[in-house]
């Protein structure tokens, strides 16, 4: 599968942002799907994910009542509305897939299988 992420920019501290992630292929909703963001210097972490079927959600406590993830799988994408956005969110955003998760894995960037490019969010605080 083949993710191109997109809805990136630059947003004011409190603003609202949403990243869309659309899928190549006719399987998507195979795919478990996954949001990282890497800062500058720092290690890529997890922000949230979404099970296949979109039953599951997981999130980063960091993005806990500010991020949503979900999907619309008639559509091939993934999305991830930001509100209330900090400063320390300014990071670029990728979207990830795999097949195989367990519920225990989620939040690890290794076991996801395929990465879009990223979209870059920059914060003004």
């Known amino acids: 599968v083949q993710l191109q992420a997109s809805g990136g920019g630059l947003v004011q501290a409190g603003g609202s942002l949403r990243l869309s992630c659309a899928a190549s292929g006719r399987t998507f909703s195979s795919y478990h799907m996954g949001w990282f963001r890497q800062a500058p210097g720092k290690e890529r972490e997890f922000v949230a994910a979404?099970?296949?079927?979109?039953?599951?959600?997981y999130y980063a406590d960091s993005v806990l009542g500010r991020f949503t993830i979900s999907r619309d799988n008639a559509k091939n994408t993934v999305y991830l509305q930001m509100n209330s956005l900090k400063f320390e969110d300014t990071a670029v955003y990728y979207c990830?897939?795999?097949?195989?998760?367990?519920?225990?894995?989620?939040?690890?960037?290794?076991?996801?299988?395929?990465w879009g490019q990223g979209t870059q969010v920059t914060v003004s605080s």
């Open positions: 990830a897939a795999d097949k195989n998760i367990i519920v225990s894995s989620y939040r690890n960037p290794y076991e996801y299988d395929y």
């Open positions: 979404i099970s296949r079927n979109g039953g599951s959600l």
